[in-house]
Nanobody, 117 residues
Framework: QVRLVESGGGLVQTGGSLRLSCSAS????????MGWYRQAPGKQRDMVAD???????HYADSVKGRFIISRDNAKMAVYLQMNSLKPEDTAVYFC???????????WGQGTQVTVPS
């Protein structure tokens, strides 16, 4: 079992920045890929960014050049620095972690990010 707790969401104006954090506990030593998804009202949950244990990042096209994902394996944490925020970035952001030997990823409870139009 892995428990993920996100923090750092909030309300920010267009063009502003936020930094999301996600801390893992439990069987966190077996975590491989970590990342972030988001879900806007009435829409499906979409991948935002992920990062391998070795630090290789991947981004959705919609956030490339604006968001930066990073992780600290010693702290079992993943971060999402979000810059140049737009109203279309408004969503609940979910942290996830893939665990070696486990077919299903673990999810955090989500944190709301709101960028008013």
């Amino acid at each position: 079992q892995v428990r993920l707790v996100e923090s750092g969401g909030g309300l920010v104006q267009t063009g502003g920045s936020l930094r999301l954090s996600c801390s893992a506990s439990g069987n966190a030593a077996s975590i491989s890929t970590m990342g972030w998804y988001r879900q806007a009202p009435g829409k499906q949950r979409d991948m935002v960014a992920d990062i391998s244990y070795g630090g290789s990042p991947h981004y959705a096209d919609s956030v490339k050049g604006r968001f930066i994902i990073s992780r600290d394996n010693a702290k079992m944490a993943v971060y999402l620095q979000m810059n140049s925020l737009k109203p279309e970035d408004t969503a609940v952001y979910f942290c996830y972690a893939a665990v070696r030997g486990d077919p299903s990823p673990y999810w955090g409870q989500g944190t709301q990010v709101t960028v008013p139009s």
